[in-house]
């Protein structure tokens, strides 16, 4: 199983820009798709970005949609969230994870993925 680590969180303003960063040790990771999700306390975790083995499709909610950036560095075994134009609403914890399983689409549900890491916390003021 792949074990990632989220970095990167923190406190900005609204309009702010943040970089979340997601890595492994694990080889295997460049063939996985992987995606971020976001939790605030007391709802599940939400759907943010996925992004293929080999970058070539991305995939982002409605929410973030022109806003956030996802990439990968597969040679850093890393992928990159490159969030801009922060909103309060963006505010949760945010987790990656892999998703181990061949598939012909991204998957945005949490249950298709596995490897998650103990999340980072971004907070936005207004």
């Known amino acids: 199983q792949v074990q990632l680590v989220e970095s990167g969180g923190g406190l900005v303003q609204a309009g702010g820009s943040l970089r979340l960063s997601c890595a492994t040790s694990?080889?295997?990771?460049?063939?996985?798709?992987v995606g971020w999700f976001r939790q605030v306390q007391g709802k599940g975790r939400e759907f943010v970005a996925a992004?293929?083995?080999?970058?070539?499709?991305?995939y982002y909610s409605d929410s973030v949609k022109g806003r956030f950036t996802i990439s990968r560095v597969n040679a850093e075994n890393t992928v990159y969230l490159q969030m801009n134009s922060l909103k309060p609403e963006d505010t949760a914890v945010y987790y990656c994870?892999?998703?181990?399983?061949?598939?012909?689409?991204?998957?945005?549900?949490?249950?298709?993925?596995?490897?998650w890491g103990q999340g980072t916390l971004v907070t936005v003021s207004s």
């Open positions: 994870a892999a998703d181990r399983h061949s598939r012909s689409y991204l998957a945005d549900e949490p249950s298709q993925y596995d490897g």
């Open positions: 694990r080889r295997a990771f460049s063939r996985y798709a």
């Open positions: 992004i293929g083995w080999s970058s070539d499709s991305t």
